[in-house]
């Protein structure tokens, strides 16, 4: 660009060169703007031309141009305009910007003084101007007796708000309440009389009322802003921060809030560096600024240890490893244990449970005891925590491999895993019980393991023992029935189970397992020929049982049916269609009733003649097909399927079924029927589960944002591949747990989660064995080294064929878990 054309570009317009009415223009536009330092220009020139017309308005400029300033903090600024307006009239500012101006001075009582000789002159005070005077009555915390004088009214409120924020400061907030029954709705302090119902709804615990009052509040109030701090504490996307104001000034209103004011300077700051990443540095910060962190003693600052010592749980694993290196660089060697120290074994610790098999069984063990060894050296010797870790140790020992991923969710049959190492958990779980005899739940856990391995006489004396411990508890009594029915001891086993659902009527596991125990008693006595005990037994099912046909164990036109096939089993041809043609008239559905006998009976090893009258029937059944009964034959199917007898002829009823339900893909459905029809379908192999996608775009048509159809589609899309993981693959994950997310679908929730933790797991850890040297603890003093040092000579024994430890931590379950992860959140 030129010169010249630069400088003409730039050149300041000269407003005695425009017209009067250009200058109006101008003026109005800026005005609305709200760019009143141009406004003025234009104003200062007309008041010239026209005085009495225009002056008052270049006041009234003047007086809003002060008041932005002192907004924006420009206070020297907005005394000099003060000092121009007070030329221009001969006296001083509107009443609102000396309000203002000693506002920002944090001199209240002055302006209240300003505020009490405007009611004086004009008794008005509405909207803004209102509001502004009343915070400042209050702000001023101060008696006023000239108000009482000027407006007797407006004092008497005031002193009810002064006394209801007393009666709140010390807890009284019946009274605060009560006061605030003397202030109207329309009073100019109506804002601090929702302010002050607010603080009694927060302190008390009643955070949605709380969070809903200040709600109400203008956003633009001092009010709102008094109030920011509270609703954060409640709900932090409640409070929204304007772009050009810091946060920290918010976290110093919280930890004023809070009465922990002196914490405030090192939680900003600690906030700034977790919100960009830096989480280690956040860490170091928060420990060098905060005497006494991190501590175990219970308050704020124990809250905020679990924080940092919990956060690597929730972090993916390559950054959980990167953020404990820093933490334990920073700790550093110690030659006593220290508080930060344990904390940080702990985590690093559950840390390395996310790895799984990928660490040696030994070395974990050796960690987690160095634990409790440095944890005795500290605090004394606690068998309670002991005894909790070696119970969680137990558990992490008694993993299955290849069975609780979401991709495993719905096979046809689930392969019987190994354990991760038996000996190790039995140990664990013995050492646990020696600490503390009377955990039921580790007993529990130990039994569970015992039942996994096949020891009976174990599994047994452990029964045993803890029905001598616990005999009238529900879970024991429901574990003994349980076992007496594995063992065929049906009548001795029913009357556990009974005594268990008696002592809690309402478990519905109980219930089920006490309708299986009469189901499993009722065919063994069949096959024997015992009439009267098989029919006594299947009454007393079906008298407990529920109505309609939403569970095969307890429904009772199911156990009817059951009931059919045992009478035919015993030669009564009679009494067994009676019983069958009663399930079929109890709920009215024909198709289903018929299918379930035809498969149960077959199952059971009813003659031929009753196979083939039950088979005329399925195949009519079959002749039109409906996703309605598509749906319900998959359950039904799937169901008698997993029942462990002998089912030559099974898979011709699959393939049948599959395209049953390949055929009724063109017709209406719901979403829940395309739901089971899918799940089944993500279970078959090969061209068995073909139909599925149809009923995915079926729905996705419909509501192209389901996240559980969009999750059955990520599984169609990535089944049957053997690449690993990919980030496209995490990233849709994470995009589907958001449409969940928002629309609160909890269950699909945890199972994206887990699969994403596996995702993340597959995408950071290479694939081999990790060596951990507990004896060096070596693992933290170079924070550029990789995660682990792969452990050659054991990857060299696996492909060998020595002793097995699979690599890949994916698709593990949980074998005695004792519902102890979220462990010691609080060690004393």
């Not at 004009?122 to 001023?140: I, K, P, Q, Y």
């Not at 419909?702 to 589609?713: A, G, K």
């Amino acid at each position: 660009m030129s010169k010249s054309k630069k400088g003409k570009s730039t050149k300041a317009e000269n407003p005695h060169q425009l017209t009067t009415e250009v200058l109006e223009q101008r003026t109005k536009n800026d005005l609305d703007l709200q760019n009143y330092r141009r406004a003025k220009e234009w104003l200062k020139e007309l008041s010239r031309r026209d005085k009495a017309k225009y002056l008052p308005r270049l006041i009234d400029c003047y007086n809003h141009l002060a008041r932005q300033m002192l907004e924006k903090g420009q206070t020297s600024e907005a005394k000099t305009v003060f000092d121009q307006i007070r030329t221009l009239t001969g006296g001083g500012a509107d009443f609102l910007s000396e309000i203002v101006l000693a506002r920002s001075s944090g001199d209240y009582r002055r302006a209240a003084d300003a505020a009490i000789s405007h009611c004086s002159r004009d008794g008005s005070l509405t909207g803004e101007d209102g509001r502004l005077v009343a915070d400042v009555f209050v702000l001023a915390f101060e008696d006023l007796p000239r108000l009482k004088e000027t407006d007797p009214q407006l004092y008497s409120e005031l002193a009810a708000i002064h006394k209801a924020l007393e009666h709140v400061s010390s807890m009284r907030f019946s009274e605060a309440l009560d006061e605030l029954k003397k202030i109207g709705l329309r009073s100019v302090f109506a804002g601090w009389r929702l302010f002050v119902k607010g603080l009694c709804a927060f302190y008390e615990g009643r955070d949605a009322k709380a969070l809903d009052t200040f709600r109400h509040l203008g956003e633009d109030s001092q009010i709102y802003r008094a109030a920011r701090p509270f609703m954060f504490v409640i709900d932090r996307a409640s409070v929204r921060t304007p772009a050009d104001e810091s946060k920290e000034l918010l976290f110093r209103q919280v930890c004023t809030a809070m009465n922990k004011p002196d914490l405030a300077p090192a939680l900003a700051r600690a906030e700034y560096l977790w919100h960009y990443g830096r989480h280690t540095d956040s860490y170091e910060y928060a420990a060098k600024t905060l005497p006494g962190f991190p501590t175990e003693t219970p308050g704020l600052l124990h809250t905020l240890s679990l924080f940092y010592f919990n956060a690597s749980s929730h972090m993916d694993i390559s950054r959980a490893d990167k953020y404990l290196r820093g933490i334990h660089h920073m700790i550093g060697r110690k030659k006593e244990p220290s508080v930060d120290h344990i904390l940080f074994m702990r985590a690093r610790n559950l840390h390395l449970d996310r790895l799984g098999w990928m660490v040696r069984d030994e070395d974990y063990l050796g960690l987690w005891e160095e634990f409790l060894r440095d944890y005795r050296r500290l605090y004394g010797g606690n068998d309670k925590v002991s005894a909790l870790v070696y119970a969680y140790l137990g558990g992490i020992f008694s993993e299955q491999a290849a069975d609780d991923s979401p991709r495993y969710l719905f096979r046809r049959r689930k392969p019987k895993a190994k354990l991760r190492n038996r000996r190790l958990a039995e140990e664990a779980y013995r050492k646990s019980l020696n600490l503390n005899k009377g955990d039921k739940d580790v007993h529990l856990a130990l039994l569970e393991l015992y039942k996994l391995t096949g020891e009976k006489s174990k599994r047994n004396r452990v029964l045993d023992e803890i029905s001598r411990l616990f005999p009238d508890d529900k879970d024991i009594l429901a574990q003994n029935g349980n076992f007496c029915i594995e063992r065929k001891a049906f009548i001795k086993g029913i009357e556990y189970l009974r005594r268990a659902v008696a002592l809690d009527r309402l478990d519905h596991t109980v219930k089920e397992a006490l309708s299986i125990a009469y189901i499993k008693a009722g065919l063994h006595f069949a096959r024997e020929g015992n009439v009267q005990r098989c029919r006594a037994l299947m009454y007393e099912a079906i008298a407990a049982g529920q109505p309609g046909l939403a569970n095969m164990n307890l429904s009772r036109p199911y156990l009817r049916a059951r009931l059919a096939a045992f009478e035919w089993i015993m030669g009564n041809e009679r009494e067994g269609d009676r019983s069958m043609e009663e399930a079929v008239r109890e709920t009215g559905n024909e198709q289903r009733i018929v299918y379930f006998t035809y498969l149960i009976g077959r199952a059971y090893g009813i003659g031929e003649t009753y196979v083939a009258r039950l088979k005329k029937r399925v195949k009519a059944a079959f002749q039109h097909p409906e996703p309605a009964e598509a749906a319900a034959f998959t359950e039904i199917l799937s169901y008698v399927d997993i029942i462990p007898l002998a089912k030559p002829w099974i898979s011709a009823e699959f393939d049948r079924l599959n395209q049953y339900a390949g055929e009724a893909a063109a017709k209406e459905c719901t979403p829940l029927e395309a739901e089971k029809i899918v799940r089944y379908a993500l279970g078959q192999k090969g061209a068995g589960k073909a139909f599925g996608p149809k009923y995915i775009r079926k729905v996705l048509d419909e509501d192209p944002r389901n996240p559980l159809f969009l999750y059955f589609r990520y599984l169609y899309n990535t089944s049957g591949g053997t690449m690993s993981p990919t980030t496209d693959n995490l990233q849709k994950l994470k995009e589907i747990l958001s449409i969940a997310t928002e629309r609160n679908e909890r269950l699909l929730m945890e199972t994206l989660h887990r699969e994403i933790r596996e995702v993340e797991a597959d995408l950071s850890s290479p694939s081999g064995y990790y060596d951990y040297d507990a004896d060096d603890d070596e693992w933290g003093d170079d924070i550029d080294d990789e995660e682990f040092e792969r452990f050659v000579g054991e990857a060299e024994e696996f492909l060998a064929g020595g002793p097995s430890r699979k690599p890949d931590g994916r698709h593990r379950k949980k074998a005695g878990n004792v519902g102890q992860e979220p462990l010691f959140n609080d060690f004393k």
